[in-house]
């Protein structure tokens, strides 16, 4: 536990997987989508990261016990498509450069050479100061330039996005581009939101046409809904949780348990 | 002295022992409970833990000397228990996450291999916009759910708890579920206050009833007040100790001796 | 990708080259001078520098790929010097003392060792509250107080700067000095302005005059232009964009090409 | 230059020596008594430390040349002294803990076993909201309560101190303890001011008793004086500089060079 670890949880031979990187982020955009997909398909947990550079806390569960915070892959074999997902989410980012440059070439390493996989989707939010009515638009970047064929079919604006890709979304990519395995970053419009549902609708449909595979849209909405009750909610309960740090529970950190 | 240390002050053949690990945090819940469990029973300090990851500080001593920042083991033997009580309080936690993983690890570790341990307590606030005129509930949460029948004559309230589990309360539970030892986080409710005595007083109560052993609420009571004539006399004191950080001495951390 | 690394692009014997550091800090005087060399002069990628203690960042590119912040060393071949030009330039230092230290450690090293040379030009702003109508100074500081005299052609002021250099701008020369190189720290007087292209063209004509290499100002001027009005645009977007970290795109870093 | 370094400029056989340590820190009441000492005997430099743990930083000084950011060991031989003195200053202290734990470790390691030192003396102020006209006292900590009786012919305050000793001051003791030397924390009652020359020179005098060396203190009062003009004309030009962080000079940084 003194270092980034991956415990496989069994041995499996997957079909040619594609990952799909959900963490939490701006407007939580990529979290959102993995807490989704999880929801509107069968999956089975077959890895878990743990690192020490992730925040030192403890998730409370419901049945009252605990869960060291940590990243986990789920595979998702969807009878649609010939090869599998595997999706890649969890309840933090590591906290310091080094820890972000330690832990997300693992995952590459990891995805590479022990599940075989050649493409990755991060997801995550671009921050602008959007109109909160507009569709939010989504933006692609890729390892290569080239590959930007391959989403022809999609809505995905290619070489506007400006600035920095901050963490996992960003250095995933960049250390797949070192191995020689291709991807690309989708990233929602997003704005002031914490939890910004709408921009995460944008990115998995955009997500659904460039794997090809159909999304039961009204389980999604239902999630928008349903966080944005939850938002509300929290926004009032977060004025009495300002006190942060030191030992014990900390119930400011209490999202809904599809945002965790 | 540059890695973390556990120094054994002697090697002794313990019965079955408990850990109770009670160390600065939200409201000093834990803290207090440990002080109080000190100034209750007659211990024996059997080792020292130091680390480069706590705050880089030396306690003045009472009698002129000086003390490295740590923390210690204490043993206790009760006449009314069949079971060693091995208590572990200090003035502070690791300030890093990659501190803390290194730290809580070293602890599981010791207590399971060097003392032969199998039951962990750890204790800390739960921190709530609570009444102060209610009495604190007590939360728990378990490294296995199964284990709360255990605490059926107790009021411990489980699977009620939300959030995260900052800092030693909740790795050093982590740890232990990873190594197979057993163990309680044991949360008692606290709201603004920086020492909260009564939130302490409900989780000694019910620590009391999980392991079996009387404790005279008297001297607790005592605490109490005491804590809370220091506590004004402090922030009193504080309004004249903003600065911080540099060499020397520090009164703005002059807290009551029990609860250092 | 774990620890800081200087990857050459091709092997090149190089004639006795000096080496020009221009990277982001006060002012960012020396990532501006560092940025017009690049646009005046032919140059050519020889390594690059990839750096754990780099903010956890990657760059979108124009034309929808990526690049992972770095330094990089480009060849300069001026038909009008005898020595080659080794420029150094990128999106960020290191974000920790540890970190300076190690990553100024290995571009001396690989300047010396790898490339051969044996003298340094460290870029950087002095940060003052200077009147902003009148022309702004440039100060130096040297390895050797011995070396003012090979700068008696320029209007370079020696031994009137007071403080601390931070950052690459100083270390490199610090570790220069040790490694028994030469070496210039060259700073321009600047003060509130975040990117400060008077304060650089300032620079420059005094690095002009140091290595006795002409370079056309009217390109120079455009440039001060240019960033003076983007600057503003800069400033007009800066408003929307407040939120910081997480993941996903960031338009906020958004700065004009030539200063990235 | 990637690990704290100390390089011993020339191999000598001290007589007996004692460390007295004068860092940066509270009101740098235990740098402004380091300088004075300096000022007031003639001294040989005989060691360096450098550290990737101090702030990233480089000393521009008055001939035009540059230091690095570092501590240093001085030899003072006097005459009315059977034992060495060896003085220890120097612009920074480590920043992080474990920072702190390496350095002051290796400054004791190299006391004890390459200088054969056996007593350190450690300075630093004691933050209290002090009046001002009052005569600041002086308090002290020791590594063995029993040594307070070597201090008798003083009025070193003993017991009566509470709460904390950051960095150097503190850890060095600790350390000391833990190697089996000796030595004394004094600490300086100092306030508000960043600079606190009158208690610098009240911990000057009580060293001199202890150590049993006359100091002529017309030398210190000038110090007292310029360092309140200094401090003044520092002021003034502070609000100049607000700017931090970069690369570049930072003249904020300008203090007057005897308690540099």
Chains 1, 2, 3, 4 share one sequence.
């Not at 030192?56 to 998702?76: A, W």
């Not at 989707?121 to 930007?148: H, I, Q």
């Not at 309960?237 to 014990?248: R, V």
Request: aromatic share 8%.
């Amino acid at each position: 536990m003194d270092k980034t670890t991956i415990i496989m949880k069994k041995k499996l031979k997957l079909k040619d997987p594609i990952l799909i990187v959900g963490l939490p982020g701006i407007g939580n955009v990529g979290k959102l989508v993995a807490e989704h997909l999880k929801s509107a398909f069968p999956t089975q947990k077959i890895a878990v990261l743990y690192s020490p550079h992730f925040p030192h806390q403890v998730v409370m569960l419901k049945n009252g016990g605990i869960r060291l915070v940590g990243n986990r892959f789920y595979l998702i074999q969807a009878k649609e498509l010939k090869r599998d997902i595997v999706l890649l989410t969890g309840e933090a980012q590591a906290v310091t450069p080094e820890g972000q440059y330690e832990v997300n070439n693992k995952i590459v390493d990891f995805f590479k050479n022990k599940l075989g996989g050649s493409f990755i989707y991060t997801l995550g939010g671009y921050n602008v100061s959007r109109n909160m009515a507009d569709a939010p638009k989504v933006y692609g970047n890729l390892t290569r330039k080239e590959m930007a064929t391959n989403f022809k079919n999609t809505n995905i604006i290619f070489g506007k996005s400006r600035g920095m890709i901050w963490g996992s979304a960003g250095l995933i990519l960049a250390f797949a581009k070192m191995k020689k395995i291709d991807g690309i970053c989708m990233m929602g419009e997003t704005g002031f939101l914490d939890v910004d549902a709408s921009s995460a609708k944008a990115v998995l449909l955009e997500l659904s046409k460039s794997i090809g595979l159909p999304i039961d849209t009204r389980n999604l909405d239902k999630i928008i809904e349903k966080t944005a009750k939850l938002v509300k909610e929290l926004e009032k309960q977060a004025s009495g949780f300002a006190q942060l740090g030191g030992t014990g529970g900390q119930p400011g950190g209490d999202r809904p348990i599809y945002i965790r």
